[in-house]
């Protein structure tokens, strides 16, 4: 079974970038169960640095990542500094990571989002400036999915429906990585046990309009309807 690390970009008392009434650790942190959700949903094992506010450092979350040897790991930011678009950081030498980083880019930018595009970031010794990457024994990507002291950008993430909307399509671009095909939810499979559920059939009334009106009146009594 594929297994997936997720690491969350701060929590507790660091709270990363904060603009526009936006603290960071929170967005990384909807996006990120999204994106779980998402994920386990399609089967895949996945672990997480944390599922809550709480204070999650970075050289912890690296050890979570590796005693959990996952197929992939993938770390969940937000970015500042007045930029545009997206932007996913990976091994400077390319590999399983750039693959991952660039199917899950696209994935973004299907969204709507902008795109900075793929990069790599060395340090002074020459090797992988980010720990995340530099460190992690999977293949790994570190993904900035929108910069919130831009009022134009942060608005592709300014509500739960589309936070959750930018960690399904994180989980698309792993799935994709994963060579696991992406099945779209079908949430009328198992309606709740308290639904009251009546079939309308057109046949039985003069026309399609005289039956959607029965099933209006059928909602309107707590039933949910269906035309046949």
């Not at 399983?96 to 709507?112: F, H, P, R, S, Y």
């Not at 039985?204 to 707590?222: Q, T, V």
Request: net charge positive.
């Amino acid at each position: 079974m594929a297994k997936v690390f997720l690491g969350v970009g701060h929590g507790g008392a660091d709270s990363g970038a904060v603009a526009n009434g936006f603290k960071e650790k929170n967005l990384n942190l909807a996006i990120a169960l999204a994106c779980r959700d998402e994920l386990v949903r399609h089967g895949v094992t996945v672990g997480m640095s944390r599922t809550k506010d709480e204070a999650d450092p970075l050289t912890d979350e690296i050890k979570e990542c590796n005693a959990f040897a996952p197929d992939y790991a993938v770390e969940i930011h937000n970015n500042s500094g007045g930029g545009d678009g997206a932007e996913i950081y990976h091994h400077f030498g390319g590999g399983k990571g750039k693959t991952l980083a660039q199917n899950i880019l696209n994935e973004i930018v299907a969204i709507g989002q902008n795109s900075r595009g793929l990069k790599t970031k060395k340090n002074a010794e020459g090797r992988d400036y980010f720990g995340w990457i530099r460190q992690t024994v999977a293949p790994a990507c570190l993904v900035e999915c929108a910069f919130l002291d831009n009022k134009k950008d942060i608005a592709i993430i300014d509500t739960a429906t589309e936070q959750k909307k930018m960690g399904i399509a994180i989980a698309k671009g792993i799935l994709r990585t994963l060579g696991i095909r992406w099945a779209k939810e079908n949430k009328n499979e198992n309606p709740p046990a308290d639904k009251k559920l009546y079939r309308v059939q057109v046949g039985a009334y003069s026309d399609i309009k005289n039956a959607e009106e029965m099933l209006r009146k059928l909602k309107s009594a707590g039933f949910e309807g269906i035309i046949v």
